[in-house]
């Protein structure tokens, strides 16, 4: 385990060292103050997103702040007003006077450097997994309990060790969190955040994607989103793209477009699989993955969790798995193929047989035995939840 006394002076500047320093041991905790982060800065989305939002429509004067990594902006990051932002180091500065810590991953790029919990503060962890489909933390296959930790798993434990409470939308979510965190925190079932948007609709945020990418109102939106494989081979995605849009312009009798969103681990691999065309557009750069949800007419994915959020919209999902039985064996699954509402498809060929016998009714019929099955809770009011959830706990713990 990492030494939690081990002072920071070395990995930064001493004048930044010394306001860390001030802020961690002599300012004290500011009671109103919540710090945010997600995909360790990488801009503004995911159940924080959804929190803070609710925080900014009450307006009860919280010191709201997102840490951002170097490489964004409030502009790029789609950052509102009425939320501050600190990147880099001053991040350690923030959390130091912060009464709670909402994250959806972890702290760890900002733990190396000697960040440390303050006994007065919450810290809320948001997993991002969601209704997760592939097997996560220790139920992976590569976990060796025995084995000498590298730095990276000390910093993992590390975070896990800080956390306070895990919100959960489901039952079936308790396991993998236990596992996830290393039976620490407090899992309180509040629901997703993230899915308020897919729930209750946003018609805005349709409007802001569209305007972003110049789609016109009379073209419907498919969005492909896979996770990565741990050979991060791209052979896993290639679709006769052409195809299955001009499948579904034959079966609606309407153009359409098609939104590539590769795992952030495949960032800019998107051009060496897609056709270099209008309709296909690479949306890996966009701030957040709910909007493109909210905004897509149908979704392909795979084992991502993304298909999960996406199924509380109601509209057509599909699961590509051209490496079903490999992933199986190498990784796993928490549920069956037969388990999940979704058609899946090995090949184009089985995908496209999919798309043109889509029974919408039955599908439809298939997603609510599926999320009564497990348990769900997702509604569309889960950020209220959480919201109050921290208020009454920010109020007890002094």
């Given at each position: ?17 010394i306001?860390?320093?001030?802020s961690?041991?002599?300012l ?28 900014l ?14 490489s964004?902006t ?12 600190v ?5 350690m ?25 303050r006994?007065?503060?919450?810290y809320l962890n ?10 996560e933390?220790?139920?992976?296959h590569?976990?060796?309990?025995n ?32 596992e996830?965190?290393f ?5 309180v ?34 969005i492909?989103?896979?996770?990565f ?23 609606t009798?309407?153009?359409?477009v ?17 056709p270099?065309?209008p ?17 897509s ?5 795979d084992?991502s ?8 919209t109601r ?12 992933y199986l064996?190498?990784?796993?699954l ?23 016998e ?10 609510d035995q ?10 569309g ?16 713990k002094?």
């Amino acid at each position: 385990m990492a030494k939690q006394n081990e002072e920071p002076k070395a990995k930064m500047g001493k004048k930044m060292w010394i306001r860390w320093f001030i802020s961690q041991y002599i300012l004290p905790v500011k009671k109103n103050k919540i710090v945010f982060s997600q995909f360790g800065g990488k801009g503004y989305g995911c159940n924080p997103r959804a929190i803070c939002d609710e925080f900014l429509r009450r307006d009860e004067g919280y010191d709201l702040v997102w840490i951002l990594g170097k490489s964004q902006t409030r502009e790029k990051a789609g950052i509102p007003d009425g939320v501050r932002t600190v990147t880099g180091d001053l991040s350690m500065s923030e959390l130091a006077t912060a009464k709670v810590w909402i994250n959806n991953i972890h702290f760890n790029f900002l733990l190396e450097k000697g960040l440390k919990k303050r006994p007065q503060t919450i810290y809320l962890n948001t997993f991002h997994g969601g209704i997760t489909i592939k097997n996560e933390g220790t139920d992976k296959h590569t976990y060796k309990p025995n084995k000498k930790l590298s730095k990276k798993e000390q910093m993992y434990r590390l975070d896990a060790s800080y956390v306070d409470y895990i919100t959960s939308g489901c039952d079936m979510e308790n396991h993998v969190l236990e596992e996830f965190f290393f039976g620490n925190g407090e899992i309180v079932k509040l629901g997703d955040a993230r899915t308020d948007m897919l729930i209750n609709g946003a018609p805005e945020i349709e409007k802001k994607v569209r305007e972003f990418y110049q789609i016109s109102a009379d073209t419907k939106i498919a969005i492909y989103a896979p996770t990565f494989r741990s050979d991060m081979k791209l052979n896993w995605y290639q679709l006769n793209y052409e195809e299955i849009l001009d499948t579904l312009e034959k079966e609606t009798k309407s153009p359409w477009v098609m939104l590539i969103r590769l795992h952030p681990r495949l960032a800019g691999q998107t051009k060496k699989i897609v056709p270099d065309s209008p309709h296909f557009i690479d949306a890996g750069n966009y701030p957040d993955m709910q909007e493109l949800s909210a905004a897509s007419d149908l979704m392909i994915s795979d084992y991502s969790s993304v298909i999960t959020d996406f199924m509380f919209t109601r509209r057509p999902a599909y699961m590509y798995v051209p490496d079903l039985d490999q992933y199986l064996k190498s990784r796993g699954l928490y549920f069956t193929m037969e388990e999940l509402p979704f058609p899946y498809a090995r090949t184009t060929e089985e995908l496209i047989t999919c798309m043109k016998e889509f029974d919408q009714r039955a599908y439809e019929g298939k997603v609510d035995q599926f999320i009564e099955k497990i348990g769900c809770i997702n509604d569309g009011k889960s950020a209220k939840r959480i919201v109050d959830f921290l208020i009454e706990k920010m109020n007890q713990k002094k």
